[in-house]
Structures are given as structure tokens and as C-alpha cells.
T-cell receptor, first 112, second 118 residues
Framework: AQSVTQLGSHVSVSEGALVLLRCNYS??????LFWYVQYPNQGLQLLLK??????LVKGINGFEAEFKKSETSFHLTKPSAHMSDAAEYLC??????????FGQGTRLTINP | KAGVTQTPRYLIKTRGQQVTLSCSPI?????VSWYQQTPGQGLQFLFE???????NKGNFPGRFSGRQFSNSRSEMNVSTLELGDSALYLC?????????????????FGQGTRLTVV
């Protein structure tokens, strides 16, 4: 079965600093991978998705992720953190029939 | 275009009771999935319905059930509530093609129903 692992349940960065959130996947076939963001007491919003068309995927709000097959990773980055980026970030793999398998999530805190 | 609507937003129930949660998908979306989110287990897949048929089911006890109506609206029911059922229940809808591979189809999530069992 496909799965994802997010390293670091909490990440804290200073405003303006680089954001790096880690996601590793386990899959025997080319995976479909997603990053979602969740604000407190809200649903999930899609940041970006890997479709195999390009290994570097650009998403909303300045985020991007790079698919690295050799490292089975799909890490999320943003060059300069903004206070509004504080949220929960979830990596997910699509197992088909609309079943997403999520990682445990990473809570991002931005320090002023 | 209206998003995914879940009602109610908040609910408090007593152990042993049952509860029904509702989800209205985005217009035109025929696939509806349900997820449970808790601090300990994270986001876990409950089940998915497409054209009134359950296509996929997660690893949850039979107390958790669902259904989908002809207008694609979906309900999930939890019977004999336990304290551990306290969670945020999220619904997602997708524009799945009638045939072919439906992987990599974006799921649009509602704001969730926060269920507290006391």
C-alpha cells in the first residue's frame, strides 16, 4: 500500500526565512502526490500536486515542491516565509477511487 | 460557484447516541469522500461514494456508515457514539470522469463538522 511520511510535526521559522517541509512517499508505482494546507478549524486547500509532467511543481502562495524519485521525496519549499503561512501542512498520496492517504501533518509557525 | 458545504459545523452528542452529518458537493461533482481527523491519528479515509454507490471504504467499524443521494449530496452516520469518535469530519468532492483513470483528480474539501462526544 502507498503511504507518506512527514518528518517533523512542528517546524518554526522566522519571517522572511526559507520554509522547508519534508515528505517522503512509499509506492511501488509512480505516485500522484499532493500538498494541502489547513488553517485552524478549516477544511483543506490544495497547494500543489505532482502529475509526472514535471518534477518541479509550482503551487499557490509562492510554494513549490520537487519530486525526487531517487530519494522518494516530495518536499515543500517557499523562499521567504510570511506570517500568513502559519498553518498545518499535509502531504498526501492518491491510492485511487478518490482515496487520499495523508501524512501526519506538519504545523508551521512563523516567528516575527 | 459554491464550494463544498457541510452541516452542521459543530455538534455535541452524548455517548451511545447516533449522529448524521451532511455534505453537499460542488455542483457537477459526483464523487464524495469522507475523512476523520483527530490529533492522534491524523486524517483517515472513511469511505467514498460515486453515483450513489460506495466504491471504497477505509478501516473503520460498521458503526460508521454513509450514503449518497441522486443529487450527489451525501450523509454519514455514526451509531452508538464513543468518546473516541470526537473529531473533525471532513467531506471532499471531486469531478471524476465517468470512465477511465480517476487518479490525480483534485479533491475539494468542506470546512468540516466538529463532533464532540461527551
Amino acid at each position: 500500500a502507498q503511504s507518506v511520511t512527514q518528518l517533523g510535526s512542528h517546524v518554526s521559522v522566522s519571517e522572511g526565512a526559507l520554509v522547508l517541509l519534508r515528505c517522503n512517499y512509499s509506492s511501488s508505482v509512480p505516485p500522484y502526490l499532493f500538498w494541502y494546507v489547513q488553517y485552524p478549524n478549516q477544511g483543506l486547500q490544495l497547494l500543489l500536486k505532482y502529475t509526472s509532467a514535471a518534477t518541479l511543481v509550482k503551487g499557490i502562495n509562492g510554494f513549490e515542491a520537487e519530486f525526487k524519485k531517487s530519494e522518494t521525496s516530495f518536499h515543500l519549499t517557499k523562499p521567504s516565509a510570511h506570517m500568513s503561512d502559519a498553518a498545518e501542512y499535509l502531504c498526501a498520496v492518491d491510492q485511487g477511487a478518490q482515496k487520499l492517504v495523508f501524512g501526519q501533518g506538519t504545523r508551521l509557525t512563523i516567528n516575527p | 460557484k459554491a464550494g463544498v458545504t457541510q452541516t452542521p459545523r459543530y455538534l455535541i452528542k452524548t455517548r451511545g447516541q447516533q449522529v448524521t452529518l451532511s455534505c453537499s458537493p460542488i455542483s457537477g461533482h459526483r464523487s464524495v469522500s469522507w475523512y476523520q481527523q483527530t490529533p492522534g491519528q491524523g486524517l483517515q479515509f472513511l469511505f467514498e461514494y460515486f453515483s450513489e454507490t460506495q466504491r471504497n471504504k477505509g478501516n473503520f467499524p460498521g458503526r460508521f456508515s454513509g450514503r449518497q443521494f441522486s443529487n450527489s449530496r451525501s450523509e454519514m452516520n455514526v451509531s452508538t457514539l464513543e468518546l473516541g469518535d470526537s473529531a473533525l469530519y471532513l467531506c471532499a468532492s471531486s469531478l471524476v470522469p465517468p470512465t477511465g483513470n480517476d487518479m490525480n483528480t483534485e479533491a475539494f474539501f468542506g470546512q468540516g463538522t466538529r463532533l464532540t462526544v461527551v
